[in-house]
Nanobody
Framework: QVQLVESGGGLVQAGGSLRLSCTAS??????????MAWYRQAPGKQRELVAR???????NYADSVKGRFTIWRDNTKNTVFLQMNSLKPEDTAVYYC???????????WGQGTQVTVSS
């Protein structure tokens, strides 16, 4: 079994910052994790990609967060982070950790952590 444990969500005013983290544990090794990512979903909206990072450390971002968010990973701890700066009310959503492994035909998902940005 593989578990993704997320933390760092909360309530913040516009212009503030939060840092999310997600740690993969269980029957998984860093050698099988090809990609880690963050998605988000607001009520009534489709789930959307926020940022991705590959084992090579190559990254990409949604246009809406580029320049404000930064994704990185600590391969020794199977952990991915998302630093969110200059937060806007439009960033309010449930944020989900996602892991793609070469040992599974399906991605792994965390339970989600709520991020609320007040105006």
């Amino acid at each position: 079994q593989v578990q993704l444990v997320e933390s760092g969500g909360g309530l913040v005013q516009a212009g503030g910052s939060l840092r999310l983290s997600c740690t993969a544990s269980g029957s998984i090794s860093i050698f099988s994790i090809n990609r880690m990512a963050w998605y988000r979903q607001a009520p009534g909206k489709q789930r959307e990609l926020v940022a991705r990072i590959w084992r090579s450390s190559f990254t990409n971002y949604a246009d809406s967060v580029k320049g404000r968010f930064t994704i990185w990973r600590d391969n020794t701890k199977n952990t991915v982070f998302l630093q969110m700066n200059s937060l806007k009310p439009e960033d309010t959503a449930v944020y989900y950790c996602n892991v793609a492994s070469s040992l599974s035909p399906e991605d792994y998902w965390g339970q989600g952590t709520q991020v609320t940005v007040s105006s």
